[in-house]
């Protein structure tokens, strides 16, 4: 029996139509991306006022912590962008949230991509998964050195071939995994139309 939760129905409708996408760019597609994108952006909004009511208002108000004040001014200038005269403003708290961001990013960026991974490269070589990439991380490299001549000669070239290989299968089986993680979504999706929307299984 079809279902009777219009939660339910809703859910089917956009789950139809963002995947009327496939056949071609219509207005029920277009109706369905919106309708995302605008309650995204609301449940954004109301998110960011809670915080900004529970981390910075809440403790002003109930323990005095008023240095809470001068990073709230600060995001507030953001909004000076809208006027004409005092646009200019809104460049110190842009200023001041890039360079915070980029401050924690580097940090974290540094930490995983570089430091971990070299550890885990470096790591003892007691078996076949240590030793292939330990090579094809150092062959991978050499694919990228452009400094040093001659470098199409071998043993070089021999390398740098290896190398080629190592990063297009690890692109394909990157891209593999994106594709298998995509489809196992929309499976999940198809499912939840037939079982839950047309209850034609069980």
């Known amino acids: 029996m079809v279902s009777m939760d219009i939660g339910v129905w809703i859910a089917a409708f956009f789950t139809i139509a963002a995947t009327s996408y496939v056949f071609k760019d219509n207005r029920v597609f277009k109706f369905a991306e919106h309708t995302f994108i605008g309650t995204a952006a609301g449940y954004q909004v109301a998110w960011n006022l809670t915080q900004l009511n529970r981390i910075g208002i809440e403790p002003m108000m109930n323990k005095g912590m008023f240095q809470y004040v001068f990073p709230i001014i600060l995001g507030l200038t953001v909004y000076t962008q809208y006027h004409k005269d005092y646009y200019w403003i809104a460049r110190y708290g842009v200023a001041f949230m890039v360079g915070q961001g980029m401050g924690m990013a580097m940090r974290a960026k540094v930490s ?12 003892p070589l007691t078996n076949i998964n240590g030793i292939l990439v330990f090579v094809l991380v150092l062959t991978g490299l050499l694919h990228f050195v452009f400094t040093v001549q001659r470098v199409d000669t071998e043993p070089f070239s021999t390398l740098v071939k290896i190398g080629r290989y190592g990063i297009l299968i690890a692109l394909g089986a990157s891209f593999g995994n994106t594709v298998m993680t995509r489809l196992g979504q929309y499976q999940g999706r198809m499912i939840f139309l037939i079982r839950d929307w047309l209850a034609l299984i069980s």
């Open 112 to 123: 995983s991509d570089f430091i971990v991974q070299l550890q885990a490269t470096t790591a």
